[in-house]
């Protein structure tokens, strides 16, 4: 009989050992729901073409300096070899074929986060035509593209809308004319109806070059119908 409290307390220590098991793998399963439905939001709330017009009227009001008038265009496209959920970004001035900057964005989760991979082309004028005929891209392959080293954007949910940013000191490393290591720091704000990009080249510790604002985000609203 003495060693019945022994064994109770042993399967005690087994049922609370399986409830803890349990509770870690019903919170493991709970955070991969919630970033499955933060990347499928994502990817929702991208696409569309965007101007900042609206910034240029207010910064004009204020007496500011106001940003170069430019119209961005966000489309989802289908690249089989290349991956699954992809946009393709094109940015341009406004009243223009003047194109800004082409990049392609690959979707997806990694470490329990949302990540775009952000790649360059190797080839840009091939696909100036993609915001418009985004078909074009079914014939794209991996030497088409260059992926940007470390500017992978990490995706966060911050109240109603989403934040992105890349590791400060690691995408496309450089040098500045004045021989100071330098690198791109890209910041991403998404809402329902708003955009905010900014992109600027820091040091190594993650402060804005001479030159470059501290903060030059760009309000990008979404162009009515679209």
């Known amino acids: 009989m003495a060693d019945a409290p022994a064994g109770s307390a042993a399967r005690l220590r087994l049922a609370l050992a399986a409830c803890a098991v349990l509770v870690a793998s019903c919170a493991a399963h709970q955070a991969k729901q919630q970033r499955d439905t933060d990347l499928q939001l994502i990817s929702d709330l ?27 265009s966000i489309v989802q496209v289908h690249a089989g070899e290349i991956g699954v959920q992809m946009f393709y970004l094109q940015e341009m001035t406004r009243g223009t074929r003047d194109i800004k900057l082409q990049r ?87 809402s329902p109806d708003e955009l905010d990009l900014m992109v600027r080249e820091e040091d190594a510790q993650g402060d804005a070059l001479v030159g470059h604002a501290t903060d030059s985000y760009i309000h990008f609203r979404h162009t009515p119908g679209t």
């Open 46 to 72: 991208l696409p569309g073409h965007y101007d900042d017009q609206v910034q240029i009227a207010e910064d004009r009001r204020a007496g500011r300096v106001p940003p170069e008038a430019l119209t961005l």
């Open 104 to 190: 392609l964005l690959s979707m997806g989760l990694a470490n329990d986060q949302v990540v775009a991979t952000v790649w360059s082309f190797t080839d840009p004028p091939r696909w100036r035509e993609g915001d418009s005929t985004p078909e074009l891209f079914a014939a794209l392959q991996p030497p088409d593209l260059k992926v940007m080293r470390g500017c992978n954007l990490i995706w966060k949910k911050e109240g109603s809308r989403f934040t992105a940013a890349n590791a400060a000191g690691k995408c496309e490393p450089g040098v500045s004319p004045g021989g100071v290591p330098q690198y791109l720091r890209m910041r991403v704000q998404l």
